[in-house]
């Protein structure tokens, strides 16, 4: 009998020995283990780090649409930085998902682009000139949505508003919020090229940490927060039980409001199946992991039935108003049953996906068993 | 007649028969050590905080609703269990420190069912069966003031019961990997183990089928048999490599924590009371005077000890019955989870569950849904969502919470599906059931929508 274990330890030593001496010879049998690396490589090159260049792009033409307004006050400077605002507006919904690095650790989101904006809070500020927009509690007075209603929304004439907008402190702030935009934005970006870059690939464990787990929870929280509700949940009142047009997506230029939920609705698609920024390519992707996870276990691959939800979730959108505060108004069940479709895809991302994947959603690292 | 007089005299003088105490007095100085270690760590980790004082809600055991949050006071908490777990090691006040720290740890696992792990109910269960031994008579400062209780033998029994306790762990994990998912289709590790391919030297085979396999069938002959290896001297010195390799392996795959440290210490409670004390007796020139191992040759006495013997005894009996409970209830236990805690069900399932709460005016028809992020926290959704009471508590909760707030005549519905061991997400909890009516200690038969196998 003490034989009997000895061969168990002597095999287990064997098995050890043969795993860690086998990792080179044994690599061309292992062609189909699948590479978080690449992906993470693919997902940083393709998609992030060129949508954020595009998109300061976008934020440094504001800037600079906003100074020939200043300098000009003309009523065709002030169409071209309206014009210059939701270009930017639009290419923000390319990097919103990627709340991760610096991005994450300013909150860019939070001070890029959360509604409905607090009219009064905005109307103090200007008027008092004492405000600090890196306070939480300006969170809801800056970036896009304060934007909108500042080029949009004050219920002028465009002679009345040019003449508005020219005030000093009408001014002070326009270039505070812009400013802000673009600092925050350009530190995101320099972040990505110094070092970030490489620190999030290497990063290709797997933990509530590893960068897969806290891309792919980032992915779903935009999904879930910032498309399914945002835009189209809340305004329909799925979370109050009376709809609440006034909360839609940008309110006073709101016929673009359709458009940018389908804008964030190609964001998810692009993400999920690794077309690249330009779409040029296609990385490796989330699409490919969940059909290599099927193929190995032999079980049900689910990116088509995702594929699927995000595509009838569009067809119901292209139902909709332009608007979809009009929308909400005109007909709400319509916005219910793009509601419905998007809420599919939840399920099947959150339950199967992240099962497939064994991707944590737990941010505390703590123990399990 | 005459082989009951054989078991009588068998007993009896198994109940008399003395040992040394010395594994006894390494397991009180490891387990208190650690003990204060895993404290210290957790305190340090910030999980004091993220788990126990941010979220606004808790998930109570039933009948301990009354366990609270102390707020700030909860770090005194730590400190006092972390304390008296050095009080355990060092043996002062032991009888007090070993109570108070069964107590504290009690409480604190007792604020939120989020946070069970099988490895704390068997800190729980451990320091509870310790507060009956005499765990101090040597190496201890109790022992080294009050020369009376100073002791180098103690009774078998008191040192069996430890390992008795340790095979109810192994075997009930080993019985429980017993099923279809974990032998035949090698579920859930086919779906964690292709994840740890960046490990060093093994993460390369990891993402083979035959791993997967190997791991789940030696996995489940481990737990049976560790045991047996570990109790013959014969096979012993081996049998405890495999315990080294086996759980310094699980550390590096999964994220468990202290669990494979404290399993490798307390198996060191087979190797015999001979070599533990030699061991004790050798690093004695190391350790202060009032922790020196001293074989006086004396037995501890203690008029208690018959009756300790009969109340472990008891104790023991219930630990044997108490992971057969799920035996009461027909389905899959994976899927209703009742019966499925204090069974030693270790890393055997991954379970992925979402739950979306309806909440009904019965009289308007008035609807909303629920954002579970405004009440919990993500560890506690995830918990939350794959478990039926959890499910029930919370939306019994969240029927108060919005009744408060001027709704009525209520109903909470919830739309809820569950992938269990790589199933495709299927519907768990009946959406048309309203939840505020049931009670889950007599749950109506259609409370769960039954797995699809």
């Known amino acids: ?369 | 007649m005459r082989m009951e007089t054989d078991l009588n005299s068998y007993i009896v003088s198994y109940i008399n028969s003395k040992t040394k105490a010395a594994p006894l007095v390494v397991f009180r100085i490891l387990f208190g050590l650690v003990m204060c270690f895993s404290m210290i760590r957790f305190w340090l980790n910030g999980w004091i905080e993220e788990l126990y004082i941010n979220p606004s809600f808790l998930f109570k055991y039933d009948g301990f609703e009354w366990v609270q949050v102390l707020g700030n006071g909860t770090y005194l908490l730590f400190f006092i269990c972390g304390l008296s777990a050095l009080f355990v090691a060092i043996g002062f006040k032991y009888r007090i420190a070993i109570t108070v720290f069964f107590l504290s740890f009690l409480y604190i696992e007792l604020l939120d069912k989020t946070n069970y792990l099988n490895h704390y109910y068997f800190i729980s269960v451990v320091s509870f069966i310790l507060i009956w031994l005499p765990a101090h008579c040597n190496s201890s400062i109790d022992s080294s003031r009050n020369p009376i209780i100073k002791a180098s033998y103690i009774s078998r029994w008191q040192i069996d019961i430890l390992k008795l306790m340790l095979a109810i762990v192994y075997i009930y994990a080993g019985l429980a990997k017993l099923n279809y998912d974990w032998m035949i289709r090698a579920m859930p590790l086919t779906i964690w183990l292709p994840t740890k391919v960046h490990i060093p030297i093994i993460g390369a085979l990891l993402d083979q089928k035959w791993m997967h396999y190997a791991f789940s069938w030696g996995g489940a002959i481990y737990d049976l048999s560790i045991v047996f290896f570990l109790l013959w001297k014969r096979t012993r010195g081996a049998a405890f490599m495999l315990v080294i390799m086996f759980h310094v392996l699980t550390a590096v795959l999964f994220p468990i924590g202290m669990f494979p440290y404290i399993m490798i210490f307390s198996t060191l409670i087979f190797f015999s009371s001979s070599l533990h004390a030699n061991v004790l007796q050798s690093i004695s020139r190391a350790l202060p005077s009032a922790l020196v191992y001293i074989d006086n040759g004396k037995s501890y006495m203690s008029k208690n000890n018959k009756l300790f013997l009969i109340f472990l005894g008891v104790f023991m009996m219930f630990q044997v019955a108490l992971p057969l409970r799920y035996l009461t209830h027909d389905g899959n236990v994976f899927w209703h989870e009742r019966g499925y805690r204090y069974a030693w069900r270790v890393m055997l399932m991954e379970k992925t569950g979402y739950a979306n709460f309806r909440i009904v005016d019965t009289v308007s028809q008035k609807r909303f849904y629920v954002r579970n992020d405004d009440f919990l926290t993500a560890r506690q959704e995830k918990e939350m969502a794959t478990q039926p009471d959890f499910i029930l508590q919370y939306a019994k909760y969240l029927g108060k919470h919005f009744s408060s707030q001027g709704h009525k005549n209520l109903a909470v519905y919830v739309e809820s599906y569950v992938s269990l061991n790589g199933r495709k997400s299927q519907p768990f909890v009946n959406p048309e059931v309203n939840l505020i009516n049931v009670d889950y200690t007599t749950l109506c038969n259609n409370f769960l929508i039954p797995l699809d196998e």
């Not at chain 1, 792009?57 to 014009?83: C, I, P």
């Not at chain 1, 005030?167 to 070092?195: F, H």
């Not at chain 1, 069940?333 to 099947?348: C, G, I, N």
Request: glycine content about 6%; hydrophobic content about 40%.
């Open chain 1, 1 to 369: 009998m003490r034989s009997v274990a000895t061969n168990l330890v002597i095999c287990s030593l064997v098995i050890l020995m043969s795993i860690s001496c086998g990792g080179d010879d044994q690599s061309s049998e292992l062609q189909d283990t699948f590479n978080r690396k690449a992906m993470l490589q693919d997902w940083s090159d393709l998609m992030i780090i060129p949508a954020f260049d595009s998109y300061l792009d976008q934020v440094v033409a504001l800037r600079d649409r906003k100074n020939d307004f200043y300098n000009g006050g003309t009523l065709a400077g002030l169409e071209a930085m309206r014009s210059a605002y939701l270009s930017a507006y639009r290419e923000w919904h390319a990097v919103s998902i990627f709340d991760i690095g610096e991005a994450e650790a300013v909150g860019l989101r939070n001070f890029t682009n959360i509604f409905p904006s607090n009219i009064e809070e905005i109307n103090n500020n200007i008027e008092s000139s004492d405000y600090n927009l890196a306070l939480p509690s300006n969170f809801d007075a800056q970036g896009y949505p304060a934007l909108d209603y500042l080029l949009y929304g004050q219920g002028l004439d465009d002679l009345a508003l040019l003449s508005r907008l020219q005030e000093e402190n009408y001014k002070t702030y326009i270039n505070d919020l812009i400013d802000r935009l673009y600092d925050l934005t350009n530190g995101v970006v320099t972040n990505w090229e110094n070092g970030y870059r490489d620190a999030f690939v290497e990063n290709d464990g797997s933990s509530a940490t590893a960068s897969v787990d806290k891309l792919v929870n980032d992915f779903l929280f935009y999904y879930e927060k910032f498309l399914r509700a945002g835009k189209i949940g809340i305004p329909a009142g799925i979370f109050s039980g009376t709809p609440i047009a006034t909360s839609a997506e940008i309110p006073y230029a709101d016929i673009y409001s359709k458009e940018f939920f389908l804008l964030g609705l190609s964001a998810v698609e692009d993400f999920f199946n690794g077309v690249s920024y330009d779409n040029s390519t296609v990385g490796t992707s989330l699409k490919q992991y969940l059909e290599h996870i099927a193929n190995e276990n032999q079980s049900e691959n689910i990116a088509p039935l995702i594929n699927a939800q995000f595509q009838s979730a569009r067809i119901l959108a292209s139902d909709l108003n332009p608007s979809l505060q009009q929308q909400v108004l005109d007909d709400n069940s319509k916005m219910l049953l793009t509601y419905d479709e998007l809420q599919k895809a939840v399920v099947l991302m959150k339950v199967d996906m992240l099962q497939a994947l064994n991707i944590q959603v737990d941010f505390v690292d703590a123990d399990g068993d």
